[in-house]
């Protein structure tokens, strides 16, 4: 069983491992794509303004309400309708195919960014307004202090939370496996249908999975003792 | 926007409401039975218990549902032994593989939960207990049980949501709960926008009231927090 999955023409575990970096390449790109739909999310929540904080209050709701697959299956056939739709308002009206890889970070993107926003919300919310008092009274203007104390502060309160959007996110790549992109579990179903052997190659993809999570959960734990090196242990 | 046919498609997907609502019924209250089993396992002490109620939660938790499911569907029907034992009757539908992979998957997260719940129970509530001279049954069921239910509540209600929103997966194995037959009019129609606002709108309705349900639980289990009249 276990030659399956030998390396060049004859197995398929270069296929797999391709399948490992395409998953590694979009849950990165959804990941910082969810940073910044995160950021923007927080900042309307934070804002005194009404709709926006509306705006930003459903999109959190419906996105995290609503299952993974469903908002996937949205991009993922509503997608170039949508796309052409919006060409159309600028006059461009031929037939525009939205690639795959496109479709599953925008989806995953969408999905990771309405659970970042929650961290990143509660992490802006836990710096202590003394410390933005005191940037003020020192002349800090808007951008200074965001730059100097409102941002590093932030990022060292989000950390841990962002640590486990992230695991979602790795995980939530696995359903984009539907819009056929071939990652993990694609090459896996690929491999599965094409030897018959279906447990070989999904128990490949889980062993895959959990060496991503577990590289990922050390790389964040290392990166939080770094954020927390300035704070005294209690 | 085709307003006909969202109301159209409004009976065919109220009617997977139930299949929806069975597979997480059924998942979260097997998955609560595997999470207590290992949960005790973990604070058991006993070295060989907890490091296989460990491997399994750390496994569970660390690869997608997704791959859960196909293991068990198309993974285990792979094997000569699998399908000639007695299990085959269920395993071979997709029915009860979900409900299997569901509960798997709910009950490794739940025992992280429960063993929270359970650990931060005061030692002196233990202690005091133990001088009154109750019993390790009494002590669990009136103080541990008590205290570790209250705190295990609204980490509770979060994984009920989770759960909700992951039997859509079950539509990956022919399932038809409200995903699977949203899929399906989607792909007859290709109204995608319409059915997916009234297929979330039906997954917005039911997780609300697992949130409302859990909130009330919760109000009705802490009548010591609520201010005096």
Same mark, same amino acid.
């Given at each position: 069983? &276990?030659? /399956? *999955?030998? %390396? +060049?023409?004859? $197995?398929?575990?270069?296929?797999?491992?391709?399948?490992?970096?395409?998953?590694v390449?979009?849950a990165?790109?959804?990941?910082?794509?969810?940073?910044?739909?995160?950021?923007?999310?927080?900042s309307?929540?934070?804002?005194?303004?009404?709709?926006?904080?509306?705006?930003a209050?459903?999109?959190?709701?419906?996105?995290r309400?609503?299952?993974?697959l469903?908002? &996937?299956? /949205? *991009?993922? %056939? +509503?997608?170039? $309708?949508?796309?052409?739709?919006?060409?159309s308002?600028?006059?461009?009206?031929?037939?525009?195919?939205?690639?795959?890889?496109v479709?599953?970070?925008?989806a995953?993107?969408?999905?990771?960014g309405a659970?970042?926003?929650e961290?990143?919300?509660?992490a802006?919310?836990?710096?202590?307004?003394?410390q933005i008092e005191?940037?003020?009274?020192?002349?800090?203007?808007r951008? /200074?202090?965001?730059?100097r104390?409102? $941002?590093?502060?932030?990022?060292?309160h989000a950390?841990?939370g962002?640590?486990?959007?992230?695991?979602?996110t790795?995980?939530d790549?696995a359903?984009?496996?539907?819009t056929?992109?071939a990652?993990?579990?694609?090459q896996?179903?690929?491999?599965?249908?094409?030897?018959?052997?279906?447990?070989v190659?999904y128990?490949?993809?889980?062993?895959?999975?959990?060496?991503?999570t577990?590289v990922?959960?050390?790389?964040?734990?290392?990166a939080?003792?770094n954020?927390?090196?300035?704070?005294?242990?209690a | 926007m085709?307003?006909?046919?969202m109301?159209d498609s409004?009976?065919?997907?109220?009617?997977?409401v139930?299949?929806?609502l069975?597979?997480?019924?059924l998942?979260?209250?097997?998955?609560?039975g595997?999470?207590?089993l290992?949960?005790?396992?973990?604070?058991s002490g006993?070295?060989?218990?907890a490091?296989?109620?460990?491997?399994?939660?750390?496994?569970f938790?660390?690869?997608p549902l997704?791959?859960?499911?196909f293991?068990?569907?198309?993974?285990?029907?792979?094997?000569?032994a699998?399908?000639?034992?007695?299990?085959?009757?269920?395993?071979?539908e997709?029915?009860?593989?979900?409900?299997?992979?569901l509960?798997l998957?709910?009950?490794?997260?739940?025992?992280?939960?429960?063993r929270?719940?359970?650990?931060s129970?005061p030692?002196?509530?233990?202690?005091?207990?133990?001088?009154c001279?109750m019993?390790?049954?009494l002590?669990f069921?009136?103080?541990?049980?008590?205290?570790?239910v209250r705190?295990?509540?609204?980490?509770?209600?979060?994984?009920i949501?989770?759960?909700?929103?992951?039997?859509?997966?079950?539509?990956?194995?022919t399932?038809?709960?409200?995903?699977?037959?949203?899929?399906?009019?989607?792909?007859?129609?290709?109204?995608?926008?319409?059915?997916?606002i009234?297929a979330?709108?039906l997954?917005?309705?039911i997780?609300?009231a697992?949130?409302?349900l859990?909130r009330?639980?919760?109000w009705?289990?802490?009548?010591?927090?609520?201010?005096?009249?």
């Amino acid at each position: 069983m &276990i030659e /399956l *999955l030998a %390396f +060049g023409d004859g $197995g398929w575990g270069d296929e797999m491992l391709q399948g490992a970096a395409m998953t590694v390449a979009v849950a990165t790109s959804a990941f910082l794509l969810g940073l910044v739909f995160g950021t923007l999310g927080a900042s309307a929540k934070l804002s005194r303004n009404l709709i926006l904080v509306g705006v930003a209050e459903a999109y959190t709701t419906v996105v995290r309400g609503v299952p993974e697959l469903l908002v &996937i299956y /949205l *991009l993922f %056939f +509503g997608g170039s $309708g949508m796309v052409m739709a919006l060409a159309s308002v600028f006059g461009y009206d031929e037939y525009i195919e939205v690639n795959a890889f496109v479709v599953g970070v925008v989806a995953v993107g969408l999905i990771s960014g309405a659970y970042s926003t929650e961290v990143i919300r509660g992490a802006a919310q836990a710096v202590p307004y003394g410390q933005i008092e005191a940037a003020r009274a020192c002349g800090m203007g808007r951008w /200074l202090i965001l730059r100097r104390i409102l $941002g590093p502060l932030t990022l060292r309160h989000a950390l841990p939370g962002l640590g486990n959007v992230w695991q979602l996110t790795l995980k939530d790549t696995a359903l984009i496996s539907v819009t056929a992109l071939a990652e993990i579990m694609r090459q896996a179903a690929v491999g599965a249908g094409s030897t018959k052997q279906p447990f070989v190659f999904y128990a490949a993809a889980a062993v895959l999975y959990l060496l991503l999570t577990t590289v990922s959960t050390a790389l964040f734990d290392r990166a939080e003792k770094n954020a927390m090196r300035g704070v005294r242990r209690a | 926007m085709d307003w006909e046919l969202m109301w159209d498609s409004v009976p065919a997907l109220l009617a997977a409401v139930p299949l929806t609502l069975q597979l997480v019924a059924l998942a979260l209250l097997l998955g609560l039975g595997m999470a207590a089993l290992a949960a005790w396992a973990r604070l058991s002490g006993h070295a060989v218990a907890a490091g296989a109620a460990s491997a399994y939660v750390f496994v569970f938790r660390g690869t997608p549902l997704l791959v859960q499911i196909f293991l068990i569907y198309y993974g285990l029907s792979q094997f000569e032994a699998v399908r000639a034992s007695l299990f085959w009757p269920l395993l071979r539908e997709p029915y009860w593989c979900a409900i299997l992979a569901l509960m798997l998957n709910t009950g490794a997260y739940q025992s992280e939960i429960i063993r929270g719940a359970i650990l931060s129970v005061p030692q002196g509530q233990v202690e005091a207990a133990r001088a009154c001279g109750m019993s390790r049954l009494l002590l669990f069921r009136r103080i541990v049980l008590p205290v570790a239910v209250r705190q295990a509540l609204p980490a509770y209600g979060n994984e009920i949501i989770l759960m909700v929103k992951a039997s859509s997966l079950a539509s990956t194995i022919t399932l038809l709960e409200i995903t699977g037959v949203a899929r399906r009019i989607i792909s007859q129609t290709y109204a995608v926008f319409e059915i997916f606002i009234v297929a979330g709108i039906l997954y917005l309705l039911i997780n609300f009231a697992a949130a409302r349900l859990i909130r009330w639980a919760e109000w009705r289990m802490t009548p010591h927090l609520r201010a005096r009249v």
